[in-house]
């Protein structure tokens, strides 16, 4: 069966990181939402007098955020079409309660639940001090927001999104990304995906 593998979660967990060691046991298309859309996103958001990095704004939620998604999800359905795993890294909030949204993503491609084989792997991080020191680590003005909202913001670290699609609990699999991400940790992610 082919795999469709969601990385979901808030900034800063480790989602790109935990899907980049696992496409290294397991060849996929590679989609990181931010990868697809951000350099698009960015250019509307200056053409608009808006911060670039800005993805909390109502500009950029009524306008750019589904456009984002969606082109990532054109992507991902060319690719199972043509055969490949797919491995997506978004936080797919809004997706994951749209029981349809997958079903959709199925349909387009023309192959059935037969045939493709759904696992979320939710990133969370029990670690908050170790989830800002990455956030900081990184280096990006998108999260200048975040940083500078740390009290609000760190809430959400350990959050779970609510996932409505037709998939077998087993295959959604919550993952504590804190201490170091080990070959032991991989291996076991690798293993719940491959079954």
Not at 9 to 29: L, Q, R, W
Not at 33 to 42: A, C, K, L
Request: aromatic share 10%; with cysteine; proline share 3%.
């Amino acid at each position: 069966m082919q795999k469709l593998v969601f990385f979901v979660g808030v900034a800063g967990t480790g989602k790109t990181t935990v899907a980049e060691k696992i496409s290294e046991h397991i060849p996929c298309a590679f989609l990181d939402r931010d990868t697809v859309g951000g350099r698009f996103v960015e250019r509307f958001l200056e053409m608009n007098d808006l911060d670039p990095n800005d993805r909390d704004s109502k500009f950029y939620k009524e306008n750019l955020r589904d456009l984002e998604y969606d082109s990532t999800k054109d992507i991902c359905i060319e690719n199972l079409r043509v055969g490949q795993n797919v491995f997506m890294i978004s936080p797919f909030t809004a997706e994951l309660k749209n029981k349809e949204w997958i079903e959709e993503v199925i349909a387009d491609s023309g192959k059935s639940k037969a045939e493709v084989d759904v696992k979320v792997v939710v990133v969370t991080l029990q670690d908050i001090e170790q989830q800002r020191k990455r956030i900081e680590e990184r280096g990006t003005e998108r999260d200048s927001w975040k940083l500078d909202n740390w009290e609000s913001y760190e809430t959400r670290v350990d959050f779970v999104p609510t996932i409505n699609w037709d998939i077998p609990k087993e295959n959604i699999n919550i993952f504590d990304n804190s201490g170091d991400l080990t070959e032991e940790k991989v291996e076991k992610l690798v293993t719940f995906i491959k079954k």
